[in-house]
């Protein structure tokens, strides 16, 4: 089946859907390393019944990926088959206070997150400033920085599974461990509700100000990456049995283990995707020979292989 005929049988099934719909269109721009091939068919929802009635329509055979900021992406270079679903919008990027909760939609970068709980005097969610990515790749990862994590301040996750149900899932039902989700793979997470406590604004905002000068301090904030590359194993930090293993500043093609912090990879400019992949497997391989330690990836990578 060829993007355009899919575009045509979905259109058919779903005559009211009020949501972008294009084919062959290009990722590399949505991703912070800047590389990739491009979504068959990519498809930004209106709001959450509009991807509810695209997702009960659409063909259980047709491959389904979802993407957010693209801040820990990696699309490879063959681009990604079927449809790619990015959320955005009003309805998928509002932040809700009411009292001591904050309802935020999964398309809200995380930065924004702890700003508006900051404005509303919210203590516990400051950590939240240090992770460049979105609400909904915080609930996928359980993603945490300087001493807080995802799980610590979630309630409850409202999402849309591949039959087109809303679902919510309780805290417990996320399953959280480290930089991980239990959550089924198929849920498209839609909004989030969390739990700040009481506190005060200028508190806070120093907080925020902290983590933001101990993050432009320690990573190369202002280079094409993808955030930290592996997870820490058990006991130990990534960077140190990176740096150990010699690997600091090696490159392959136009990417390279960053100098200031040898956890992130980056495009020097003129990277493929499969020179980052390339580059993190050999990284991989060297911090297993040398310390007889696997890394495994924290950046998500999706798609296929470009053709040879």
């Given amino acids: ?164 149900t809303v679902r919510t899932f309780t805290h417990a039902e996320m399953g959280f461990r480290y930089r991980h989700s239990s959550a089924p793979e198929d849920v498209i997470f839609t909004s989030a509700l969390f739990r700040g406590r009481p506190g005060h604004r200028d508190e806070i905002e120093a907080e925020m100000e902290r983590v933001t000068a101990a993050r432009e301090a320690a990573q190369p904030i202002r280079e094409r990456t993808g955030g930290s590359t592996f997870k820490n194993p058990e006991g130990g930090k990534a960077w140190q049995l990176i740096d150990a293993a010699g690997c600091r500043g090696l490159t392959l093609g136009g990417a390279q283990v960053s100098e200031m912090h040898c956890n992130f990879l980056i495009n020097r400019g003129g990277a493929t995707a499969s020179d980052i992949e390339g580059l993190g497997e050999e990284v991989r391989r060297r911090v297993r020979e040398h310390a007889g330690v696997e890394l495994h990836w924290e950046i998500k990578r999706i798609g296929v292989a470009a053709e040879r």
Avoid at 111 to 136: N, T
């Fill in 1 to 164: 089946m060829t993007a355009h005929s899919l575009i045509d049988d979905i259109r058919a099934a779903v005559p009211q859907l009020r949501g972008r719909l294009l084919e062959n269109q290009s990722l590399a721009d949505l991703t912070w390393f800047r590389v990739g091939g491009p979504a068959e068919l990519l498809f930004s929802p209106a709001d959450e019944e509009d991807l509810a009635a695209f997702l009960a329509a659409l063909d259980p055979s047709v491959p389904v990926t979802v993407i957010g900021l693209g801040s820990n992406l990696i699309v490879r270079d063959g681009g990604i088959p079927g449809v790619t679903i990015r959320l955005g919008g009003k309805a998928f990027g509002s932040v809700e206070i009411d009292g001591e909760t904050i309802r935020a939609g999964t398309a809200v970068p995380d930065m924004r997150l702890a700003k508006a709980a900051a404005e509303a005097s919210l203590d516990g969610l400051a950590f939240f400033r240090g992770i460049p990515g979105s609400v909904g790749g915080a609930l996928r990862m359980n993603a945490g920085a300087h001493g807080g994590e995802t799980t610590d301040v979630l309630m409850q996750a409202r999402g849309i599974d591949r039959t087109g």
